[in-house]
């Protein structure tokens, strides 16, 4: 179904209240049969009708945005992935496209559910998020003492998070092109603001998080923890 | 889309039956629920996605390491309630403080409550310029000292230390004000004492003196997978480890029954064990302070805490705690002020000729502490009303995407609040960028009420969207038409999350273009660039405010605009004069010295280097052999009018650790210039040799005490020492075991009905069973409290899916109602060409409306009818 037809359909409609119109009275009973009585009957009609057209269009709006959504997270990871080998190749943040707020600082995979590489950005707003993981600017760097927190959406970049299992191997790379290697050795779920997670650790760790659970339609305060240590570094 | 299927065509086939009179109101009806539906639908996803929820029966364990607030960390077992306790801790604190400087010596115990072999971490916060210099370790009757070492080589140190099964302590600073604190091979039942001393001098401003002590320790022991090692190990090797008798046949023995010391001198050094579900774990501290002021004593607060104050003359007191033993979970905090008209303008301290640097240099060491006087009390002095500087605000506020949300908001009310302090002599202009900048005014203008009103009107509609291109906004900031004017006051604040790549380009632009403004950086947010933020405010002469929340918004600004406001002592300088001093070369930290605003004190330390190098080829001078006529000289620019300030040196008093806090200060330096240097490597180098030279703990040294056992002479080519048997001062064993001894549950002597404790058995497997559980903690539950907080996680839930969803309900609904009203709209007009058909219709229709009850039915005749009609 497309917006044009309902258009059609609904200059269809106006031509029908034409009709309507220019007919005797007959055809208003028949009319008034089915519309009700309460209102005039063309007032009633159009305003049906415009709350028809406001439900399509809100509908067609809506669809469009989650397809949106969706399609950028998809298609950014394209365009960061030329920016993240700039990065690697020239040593300095490079940009994926010139007005963006963030750039690539890392990228993470998985091979054991081969999950491809993932870049991820700087910083974990909400304009980041929707592109590619973000490293929380707060934790750690990937490699340093303590845990690096690395946050995407579970719809998105992290859905493969629920088939990571214990002793998985995640591999993170960060823009001076150091490889380190952790594994994974918890899997668990927290509230946001009770992760136990910190930034200043005598390990040096890892943790990927999204939102849980992973099929849930709407937002929630529990996030899904995969945490792991570093156990190669290259 | 399960829903759309099973909901919808039901309430089609319910309005397809009330197609008399109700169903378009009905339908219409509905539409109209679904589009309002549709409409808030996101906007309430959205507000639930900010986090607000506090965390509720998630995890019982977290809930019970929420209970306890304080102390060790829980491991959970596999069932609730089954915890294990990892290695508990109690700290005894001294501190002495001696005029501006204090020297705190941290005593830490760690005890093992557990039957296994356990490493203790322990992460705790000290203050921001601390120099941490001294480790020692107490295990039974010996002491240990703790070398400095470069960071790598002290950790190669202690973990071979670990492997090996000898006991080990290793302190690192994993932040400047944060530092682990790491010891190994803690054996059954055992305790080991760890003492660390630092040096730091007093906070000072508006004539209160203070000193903090972060005693919100959080503790974090990490109990690591090698831990089972140390296990085997404590089996193999240590013949002192007794064979614990294997009762796997009885594996809900209780603690009490059967319970052979594994320690010898067990009693001498061992708490009684507590049940860990008995005692919430806790985490005692005993603090005193001996406290020298040097001056008579006015004022002595604790704001936090109960305390016991004893004078012991005018000048000194001694301060502890109501409480003999406090829970870690606020920070200490004392304050104290000089007596009437006794406050002190200056202080000088020395330390002499006998000090000698590791690597053979000698030098003597300065620290001045000079408060300049009260700005606005001197201008009355001189006989003026004390004016307002005049002054030109340039605000700069970021209102990019990551600014989104509640940054944008406190930006925005920063900024409200800082239009509404300034005052009608002022001008002030307002820049914004995201990818983009604008300027509200051509030029600064004065704040007269029509600007202002202007002004607020251009924040309030400011949004938060697009990228941050920080660099064009701030040229544009810079641009200055009357740079040379140095009577008015510029200031360029700057309200951003700093949320950028080019630091770099930044300060390049800050250093070549500053003129005369000076750069006040303003942090929005949870977790803002705030090296970037500092390091620009450093180099701007400003100053960087952070503001975390939106309560902080008023209190945190008005601080900012005192600072604004005040006139500022200005070109400071330092001078040497007299025959010694002015021909000696000294090397200061600060390098350069910052302005200074009303009531903040001046902190200088020099070293007057004196070894070979010197050159002078006279004998090397050493100490405080300054005449009469030497003094050090500071003078500066107060409101356009010259100051200065004289000390004699030869007044100075002799002091310890002078050394130690110049070198932490030039360590700092250091630090600071890591960001304009090309040359990081070199930087490194040089902290790593003065933190060597002067036994400090720095990012990239750290303090480690390796014992000697002695059944591993070879050992004792590792780099620690013993020291001599007589105890530290400060080192008092009845303070630091005694509180605990009055504690309960000494269930292995009574042998009585202990409480029933599955997870603590004694048999070796249990025993190992516990310990894989901490090796492999289930959950990495830590008890926090105030000032070290988990990270909180973003949220990580896009709307898209409940968006798409929504979008093709609506879709589909409008659909199914268009074409059902459609056939409705032919079946009405049918009667322009077929009477017939249509009265027969109308009967139907009449049917259905007198047979309601029966919708079911009523739909199959209705839809029939429909579809059987020939021009549908």
Known sequence: ?234 | MGISRCVFPSVFAASGVNSGVLSPRLTGLLSGLLLTAALTLPATAVQASTPQLPAQSVAAAQVKAGEATRGSLLLQGTEEGMMVEAPQLATSVEIDINGPIARTKVTQRFRNPTNGWVEGKYVFPLPEQSAVDSLKMQIGNRFIEGQIKPRAEAQKIYEEAKREGKKAALVEQQRPNLFTNAVANIGPGEIVVVQIEYQETIKQSDGEFSLRYPMVVAPRYIPKAPLVETVSFGQEKNPDTPDIPNNTDNPNNQWGSVNPDPVPDAAKITAPVLDPRLSAPTNPVLLNIHLAAGFPLGEIKSPFHGVTIDYDTRDTARIKLNDAVVPADRDFELTWRADKGASPRAALFTQGSDHLAPNGDQGDFLLAFITPPDLAKLSVLQGETPVKPAREIIFVIDNSGSMAGPSMVQAKDSLLFALDRLSPQDRFNIIRFDNTYSVLFGSAVAASAENLDQARRFVSALQAEGGTEMLPALKAALQDSDATNSDILRQVVFLTDGAIGNEQQMFDTIVKQRGRSRIFTVGIGSAPNSHFMSRASEMGQGSFTHIGSEQQVRERMAALFTKLENLVMTDLKLTWEGPTAAARHYELSPAVLPDLYSGEPLVIAARHKTGKEDGSGAAPEYGSNYGPDDFMVLSGRFDDQPWSVRLPLSGATEAKGIDKLWARRKIADYEGQMFLSNDPAALDQLITRTALDFHLISRLTSLVAVDVTPSRPGGAELTSKEIPLNLPAGWDFDKVFGPLDNRPARSGETGGPAPANDNNNNGFENDQAALSLIASSPVRVTSQSGGKKAIPLPATATDAEIRMLIGLLLLISSLVFWLLRHRLDLLSRKPAFSMTKAVGIRKTGETQTRSQTQPRTGTGTGTGTGTGGPFS
């Not at chain 1, 669809?63 to 993240?84: E, H, R, T």
């Open chain 1, 1 to 234: 179904m497309s917006g044009s037809s309902f258009m059609k359909a609904s200059r269809q409609n106006q031509r029908q209240n034409q009709n309507l119109n220019q007919a005797p009275d007959n055809r208003k009973k028949w009319l008034g049969l089915w519309a009700g009585k309460a209102l005039p009957a063309r007032l009633r009609r159009q305003v049906v009708n415009l709350l028809l057209l406001g439900a399509f269009l809100a509908g067609a709006i809506l669809l469009g945005q989650g397809l949106y959504i969706k399609a950028k997270a998809g298609l950014a990871q394209v365009l960061l992935q030329q920016a993240w080998n700039e990065t690697l190749h020239s040593g300095h943040p490079a940009k994926a496209w010139p007005w963006a707020d963030t750039f690539p600082v890392a990228s993470i995979e998985i091979p054991a559910i081969s999950s491809g590489k993932t870049i991820v950005l700087n910083g974990s707003s909400g304009e980041a998020l929707a592109f590619g993981p973000g490293h929380l600017g707060n934790s750690a760097s990937p490699g340093e003492f303590g845990t690096a927190i690395f946050a995407a959406h579970r719809d998105t970049h992290f859905a493969y998070l629920e088939q990571v299992s214990k002793g998985d191997i995640i591999t993170v790379t960060n823009s001076r092109g150091q490889r380190f290697d952790y594994a994974v050795d918890q899997l668990r779920v927290a509230p946001w603001d009770a992760s136990a997670l910190y930034s200043d650790d005598y390990e040096r760790r890892i943790a990927l998080v999204t939102c849980w659970p992973f099929d849930a339609l709407e937002p929630g305060p529990l996030r899904y923890i995969v945490e792991g240590h570093l156990v190669n570094e290259l």
